[in-house]
């Protein structure tokens, strides 16, 4: 059984693996380098009730996370966050990202946020796919604007707007 929840200090060490897995494995992420529990607890502590970070645990294990970041520190982008989404390999493809994904935009409309980016590198089919489930929109290409693992990619920009319930 999956527990959705939000994100605790104590699990940042399982959010850190988990990440530091997608930077050696996949080109999900454009970091390079692995992260310390001590260099992600400043990301981890920028977060709040409008911007959360959630985790889904299976059998009391952390298994993935997804999180809203602020888009921008200008003030007038102070009602868009950017979300990211990882699952724990051996865990992708049993529907975690689609729970979590779901549980995360609903936690951005509760926040009272307008709307979510969503930066996805060329050929990460699955998580396109999955974003436009849950509403996003494709809304351009930055081309050629990372380089990892030796090739040149470029990113998908999506975004989703919560309704307006005025």
């Not at 200090?9 to 997608?22: C, G, S």
């Not at 080109?27 to 992260?35: C, G, N, V």
């Not at 779901?102 to 980016?117: N, S, V």
């Not at 990892?148 to 307006?164: A, E, H, N, S, T």
Request: with cysteine; hydrophobic share 40%.
């Amino acid at each position: 059984m999956l527990i959705i929840r939000p994100a605790k200090p104590d699990d940042l060490a399982a959010i850190t693996d988990i990440y530091n897995e997608a930077i050696l494995t996949t080109d999900a992420t454009f970091d390079t380098e692995i992260k310390t529990i001590e260099s992600q607890k400043e990301w981890f502590d920028s977060h709040d009730s409008r911007n959360p970070i959630l985790v889904v645990e299976s059998n009391e294990k952390v298994v993935g996370w997804a999180s809203l970041s602020k888009w921008s520190d200008r003030c007038a982008y102070s009602d868009t966050a950017e979300i990211s989404l990882y699952v724990k390999d051996g865990y992708r493809g049993q529907g975690v990202g689609r729970q979590l994904i779901e549980r995360i935009l609903r936690a951005g409309e509760e926040a009272g946020l307008h709307t979510i980016i969503s930066r996805i590198v060329v050929g990460n089919d699955e998580s396109i796919h999955l974003h436009k489930i849950f509403g996003f929109e494709h809304i351009g290409v930055m081309k050629e604007v990372g380089i990892k693992f030796g090739r040149l990619l470029d990113v998908v920009l999506m975004q989703k707007i919560y309704p307006d319930k005025s």
